[in-house]
């Protein structure tokens, strides 16, 4: 049997995402801010990230993206990364709920909100259900 391919994958890509798990396709923001946090989200290996468009839907946000993360580690330096990015984009004041225990962190940068879960926390409140325009799952509000 001929042994498989050398792989230029780095341990954590293979720890962090199995061959067998195709991850979906990022979705595309409407402004460069959501591009920009859709874009670090994806560079720190977020998990099933969604983009809900509210436009139309809600006066408190134009946009919501909601994303998990593997630990509560891993949710706390997401959204520490998120928020230094919205920091390089002017937005430096957005408000932070949920940091010391990580388990749901919420970043509001005005037009757009954040939502970071551990896996279980965001099974367990499944807010992508109450914002989709369909009922078939959360992924009928991706872009």
């Known amino acids: 049997m001929t042994p498989p ?3 230029d994958a780095t341990f ?3 720890f962090d995402r199995s061959p067998a798990a195709d991850p ?3 979705p595309t923001g409407a402004t460069p801010v959501e591009d920009a946090l859709l874009a670090k989200l994806d560079d720190d ?3 099933d990230i969604v ?3 509210l436009r139309g839907k809600s006066a408190m946000a134009d946009a919501m ?3 998990s993360g593997r630990s509560h580690r891993h949710v706390g330096a997401i959204a520490d990364h998120l928020l230094r990015t919205l920091k390089d984009l002017g937005l430096g004041k957005a408000r932070v709920e949920g940091l010391p225990h990580c388990d749901w962190v919420l970043i509001d940068a005005g037009d757009v909100i954040v939502h970071l879960f551990r896996p279980e926390v965001r099974a367990f409140y499944n807010i992508e259900k109450i914002w ?3 009922s ?3 992924r009928a509000a991706t872009h």
């Open 5 to 7: 391919p050398a792989s």
């Open 12 to 14: 954590d890509d293979d």
């Open 24 to 26: 979906a396709p990022l």
């Open 45 to 47: 290996k977020a998990q």
């Open 51 to 53: 983009l809900i468009d």
């Open 65 to 67: 993206i909601i994303a």
């Open 132 to 134: 989709s325009v369909e």
């Open 136 to 138: 078939g799952g959360h």
